[in-house]
C-alpha cells in the first residue's frame, strides 16, 4: 500500500537502512514501510521526515569484541613467530608482542582464538540471517570501487551519509571477513594438521599453512592501520560505532 497525500508520519526509526516508518491516514490507518525501499514514496507525501543512520547494539559489541580478539591474537601471534621466524630476516620487537615468552604467548592466543571463532560466527550468522550483509555490502560493482577509489584518493569523496557504506568501505570490510574466515581456516591446519589433514593439503601442507597463516595476519594488520586512519578522518562513523547513533 501507498501513502497518499491526507496521511502523516507519526513515527520514525531507522535501523541500519531498514527504517520503518509508521504512517497514520486520516481514516486512522497505520503502514509500516520499509525503508530505503518505499522511503521515497513516502517522502513525497509528508512535509517531513528525519532519518538518521544507526549502529544496531549487537554490530557493536560484535565488532569491539573482534577488534579487541584480533589485537590480541595479532601481538601474542608476533610472539610465538619469534619462536621460530619464517623470514629469519623478520623478528617482531618483544615491546610490540603479548606473552612474555612461547608457552605464554600460546596461552593469549588459544584463549582470545575462542573468543574471536564465536563472536565472529555470531556476527557473520546475525548479518546473513537478518538480511543486513545483502543490504550494507551489496551491491558492489567494479564500476563503483572504482569509481570511490578514485574519489578517495582525489579527497572528493562525501561521508555525508553515513547509513550507507561507499564502495571502497563495503570492499574492505568484504576482504577482512573474508581474510578472517582465511586467518583461522590457516590456524586451525596449523594447530590440529593431524586431525585435519584435508584442510592441511588445501593450504598446501604444514609449512605452508604457516606462510599462509602469516601473510593473512599481514593483511589484517595493513586493513586495521588503514580502517583506523580512515575512521579518524570521519570521527563521527566512530561516536556511531561507539554510542549507536
Ligand atoms: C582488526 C580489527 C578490526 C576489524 C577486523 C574491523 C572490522 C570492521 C568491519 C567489518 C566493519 C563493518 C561493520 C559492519 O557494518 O558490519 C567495521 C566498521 C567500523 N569500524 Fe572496525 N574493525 C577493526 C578495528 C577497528 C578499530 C580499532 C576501530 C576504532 C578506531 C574501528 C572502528 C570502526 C568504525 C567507526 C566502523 C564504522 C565505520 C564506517 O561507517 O565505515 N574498527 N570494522
Redesign the pocket.
Known amino acids: 500500500m501507498h501513502p497518499k497525500n491526507d496521511k502523516k508520519v507519526i513515527n520514525v526509526s531507522c535501523v541500519h537502512q531498514c527504517a520503518i516508518v509508521k504512517m497514520r491516514s486520516s481514516g486512522g490507518f497505520i503502514a509500516l514501510y520499509n525503508y530505503p525501499y518505499e522511503a521515497s514514496l513516502a517522502q513525497s507525501s509528508t512535509q517531513s521526515i528525519k532519518l538518521s543512520a544507526t549502529?544496531p547494539g549487537w554490530?557493536r559489541i560484535t565488532?569491539w569484541i573482534?577488534?579487541l580478539a584480533?589485537?590480541v591474537m595479532v601481538t601474542s601471534g608476533w610472539q610465538v613467530y619469534n619462536a621460530s621466524p619464517i623470514f629469519p630476516a623478520l623478528v617482531f620487537p618483544a615491546s610490540i608482542t603479548l606473552g612474555g615468552w612461547l608457552g605464554g604467548a600460546l596461552l593469549w592466543h588459544f584463549a582470545a582464538m575462542w573468543v574471536l571463532v564465536a563472536n565472529f560466527l555470531i556476527?557473520v550468522a546475525m548479518?546473513i540471517v537478518s538480511g543486513?550483509f545483502r543490504r550494507?555490502l551489496f551491491p558492489l560493482s567494479v564500476k563503483s570501487l572504482v569509481g570511490d577509489l578514485r574519489a578517495a584518493l582525489t579527497g572528493k569523496l562525501k561521508h555525508d551519509d553515513?547509513s550507507h557504506?561507499n564502495a571502497v568501505?563495503k570492499a574492505a570490510?568484504l576482504a577482512?571477513?573474508v581474510d578472517?574466515v582465511v586467518v583461522i581456516l590457516s590456524g586451525l591446519a596449523i594447530w590440529k594438521s593431524v586431525q585435519f589433514p584435508l584442510l592441511r593439503d588445501l593450504m598446501g601442507g604444514y609449512d605452508n599453512a604457516r606462510v599462509v597463516h602469516f601473510f593473512a595476519m599481514s593483511f589484517?594488520v595493513a586493513?586495521?592501520v588503514l580502517?583506523?586512519v580512515?575512521?579518524?578522518l570521519?570521527p563521527r562513523?566512530?561516536l556511531?560505532?561507539i554510542r549507536g547513533r
Open positions: 549502529q554490530v565488532h573482534n577488534a584480533v589485537v556476527y548479518n543486513r550494507k553515513l557504506y568501505q570490510y577482512v571477513i578472517i589484517l586493513f586495521f580502517h583506523v580512515m575512521v579518524a570521519v562513523s566512530l556511531l560505532m
